[in-house]
Every structure is written in structure tokens, then in C-alpha cells.
């Protein structure tokens, strides 16, 4: 029988009413408590490592889960995380860089529902990711929820109320779950070969610009004051205008002679980006040689970031490490 470490950081599956509205408060032995149907298949220890609205998650957050798996790697053959699903793919990413080929399944799920309400979908998401963690074909970081399975690097909350939350992003499910089945659309444990590593740095001054129409380009001026890298987050394939009142040129001309790294990305959820198609993008990209998130979604593009610029700054290095693919993360790379 498998033994499995789970998790608890906090978030709506641990959380019960308050005054001032619903607040994580339920351990992480309570937790286990709901899903006794899981001694069946496993094992499961219990650690309360915080106990936070996923709000509130920051880098330290993600460094302190990985250290926690780290430390008792050897001695689980699984681990599940109990999340809030706010920054869930935030922290799901971030895993994927610290904790790399790893042949053991790392879990994260949550819920929509406290875990003690007479409905919700805590129960059934729990007992999947402690049955999937249990599964001898598992392995990598993975989100479990409402019976998919879904890469670390490709999970993104789409939609805040139902049951169905997390989606699957310009990649397929790994797999799915179905009452005690699952059922793996891929399936490739047998291709690790790498050993696992683990990350202790994170570089957190990475900033996020996010285009409007008539938005003013010296607001990048003010981030290089605050922030190592930026990522702009762009309309559709990728591009930056050119406004009669104000320029991006000059503005990231100036990033780039600090030192400091642009990526391009988009705000359209799925397909990905690719600056080469229009002027207003292509001239920008290899005018400064700018990178480009293309099929990565925005939690990853964030967070190996934060990974990369925590072990370099050399501006090859990060692009070297930029398109190196992690747990699934990137796969369409164009005019590098």
C-alpha cells in the first residue's frame, strides 16, 4: 500500500464561516477525516504546513511546500497539496521548476466548496488526488480537480463558482478519473531518465503589464525602478503600438539596456502568441531580441521567471533556460 504526505496550506477546501466571511480553519487531520474511503488504497500522513487563503501566497509560499516535500521525499511515494484555487495554478507552475523529474506524483487540489458542507466537490477531489498520487503510473506535478488531471504547468482557473474550474491549457488532460477508474490519455513515466531536482531560489521581482488601448509606455519606466523582468502581456498574437503621443521602442530599448528581460505574451487564453506574423511585432521582437511566451500560459511564464532569474541573470542564460521545456510547458517555439 502506498503512503502518501498530504499537504495543507489553507484555501476554500479547509475553510468554514466566519463573521467576516469564510476563512481556512480546518487542519489537515480533519481534512483526511472527510475521505476515509482512502485507507482502502493508501497510507496517508498529515501535515499542516499553513494555513492561508491562496490570497495570500507568495514565493516564500512556493519555497517553503518544496523544502517540505524535499525533506521527506524519501519517505512518501506520493504527496498531495490542499490549495485555494485562486493562485492554485500560480503555485502548480511554480512546483513544476522547483521540483523537476520527479518519478513521485506532487498533487495539488482544492475545492469550490469547504470540505464540510453538506454539498461540495472537496470530498471527490481529495479522494482523487490522494487515488491518483496512489496510482503506480503517476508521477510530476500535476492539478487534480473535478476528475482531470491536468500538467502543472498548464492548469488556469477559467471560471470562479463551478465544480468545473480549471482547464487544461493548448495541451490535452493527462488524464481523468473516473469513480475508482483512471484513465491516462498520456503516459510517458517510463521516459524519465533525469534524477530529481530540487530549486531553492526564487526570484520574486517580476512584473506583469497588462495592454490597454492608449495605455501610457512610461509606466514601464517606472516598473525597471522595481522589477528585474517584465512580461506584457499583449493583444492577440503578440505586438506593441506605436502612438502618436507616446512609443514602446524607447521605453524598452531602456529595459534592455539595464539588463533587465521582456517577455511578450498574450491576453487570449489559448493558441499562444507568435510576434513574427505582424509588423507592429516582429519589428519590436528582434529589434531587441525580446522573448516570447508563444504557447505557455501566463502562471508559467510568471513563475519560471522567477526560477530563472533566481540562478541567473546572464541575458543568454535566460533565454537558454526560457525555451527549455519543463513538465510540459512549452512546445511551440518559432523564429528563435
Avoid at 17 to 45: H, M, N, Q, W
Avoid at 239 to 250: A, H, K, S
Wanted: hydrophobic residues 40%; aromatic residues 10%.
Amino acid at each position: 500500500m502506498k503512503r502518501i504526505l498530504l499537504i495543507a496550506t489553507g484555501g476554500t477546501i479547509a475553510s468554514k464561516r466566519s463573521d467576516a466571511g469564510l476563512k481556512p480553519l480546518i487542519s489537515s487531520d480533519e481534512l483526511l477525516s472527510y475521505v476515509p474511503s482512502a485507507r482502502d488504497f493508501c497510507e496517508t500522513d498529515a501535515l499542516q504546513l499553513f494555513n492561508l487563503d491562496s490570497t495570500n501566497i507568495q514565493p516564500k509560499h512556493w519555497l517553503s511546500m518544496a523544502s517540505a516535500i524535499e525533506s521527506r521525499y524519501h519517505d512518501y511515494d506520493g504527496f498531495v497539496i490542499c490549495h485555494g484555487t485562486d493562485t492554485m495554478a500560480y503555485t502548480a507552475a511554480a512546483l513544476s521548476y522547483l521540483v523537476q523529474n520527479s518519478a513521485k506524483p506532487i498533487v495539488i487540489t482544492g475545492s469550490q466548496k469547504p470540505i464540510d458542507m453538506e454539498i461540495t466537490d472537496a470530498k471527490s477531489n481529495l479522494l482523487d488526488s490522494l487515488r491518483f498520487a496512489s496510482c503506480d503510473d503517476s508521477h510530476g506535478v500535476t492539478i487534480v480537480f473535478d476528475g482531470k488531471v491536468i500538467a502543472g504547468t498548464r492548469g488556469k482557473k477559467e471560471r470562479t463558482k463551478s465544480y468545473d474550474a480549471f482547464s487544461s491549457i493548448n495541451f490535452p488532460y493527462i488524464a481523468s478519473i473516473q469513480e475508482s477508474q483512471i484513465l491516462f490519455y498520456l503516459n510517458d513515466k517510463a521516459l524519465l531518465k533525469d534524477p530529481v531536482t530540487f530549486y531553492h531560489e526564487l526570484n520574486p521581482k517580476v512584473g506583469l503589464l497588462k495592454l490597454i488601448p492608449s495605455m501610457d509606455a512610461t509606466v514601464l519606466d517606472y516598473m525597471a525602478e522595481h522589477y528585474d523582468a517584465v512580461i506584457i502581456e499583449s493583444f492577440g498574437v503578440g505586438g506593441l503600438p506605436d502612438y502618436d503621443t507616446c512609443g514602446y521602442y524607447p521605453v524598452v530599448e531602456k529595459w534592455v539596456g539595464l539588463g533587465k528581460t521582456v517577455v511578450m505574451t498574450t491576453q487570449v487564453t489559448n493558441e499562444g502568441s507568435n510576434m513574427s506574423i505582424y509588423e507592429v511585432g516582429r519589428n519590436i521582437k528582434y529589434a531587441f531580441g525580446l522573448l516570447e511566451s508563444y504557447d505557455m500560459t501566463l502562471e508559467a511564464t510568471v513563475t519560471k521567471l522567477m526560477w530563472i532569474l533566481g540562478q541567473t541573470k546572464e541575458r543568454d542564460k535566460v533565454k537558454e533556460m526560457f525555451y527549455q521545456t519543463v513538465n510540459r510547458d512549452i512546445l511551440w517555439k518559432t523564429g528563435l
